[in-house]
């Protein structure tokens, strides 16, 4: 049974700081690609960054110097470092795992409030 689960969200002031990690279980990790969506209210799931199995990223336009995408094969986790924080990246954010198939987890609330 595969599973995917996010943890690190929460309130932070702009300008601060979160780190969200995603533990995968029940999948090959080291040969999974893994991603960050986020989903604001009333706007479609965007991607974020994502990382491949051979450690290749690439990040949304709008995230980039700011969120570092990196993971550990030793511990199935993926992590976002979000630094910079921005009102605009308040949002629902959700881990993805690639395989044969796509594995989302449940998805934990990032808000950016003063």
């Known amino acids: 049974q595969v599973q995917v689960v996010e943890s690190g969200g929460g309130l932070v002031q702009p300008g601060g700081s979160l780190r969200l990690s995603c533990v995968a279980s029940?999948?090959?990790?080291?040969?999974?690609?893994m991603g960050w969506y986020r989903q604001a209210p009333g706007r479609q799931r965007e991607l974020v960054a994502r990382?491949?199995?051979?450690?290749?990223?690439n990040s949304a336009n709008a995230v980039k110097g700011r969120f570092t995408i990196s993971r550990d094969n030793a511990k199935n986790t993926v992590y976002l470092q979000m630094n910079s924080l921005k009102p605009e990246d308040t949002a629902v954010y959700y881990c993805?795992?690639?395989?044969?198939?796509?594995?989302w987890g449940q998805g934990t609330q990032v808000t950016v409030s003063s």
């Open positions: 993805n795992a690639k395989d044969l198939f796509m594995w």
């Open positions: 029940g999948i090959i990790f080291s040969r999974t690609d």
């Open positions: 990382i491949t199995w051979t450690g290749t990223t």
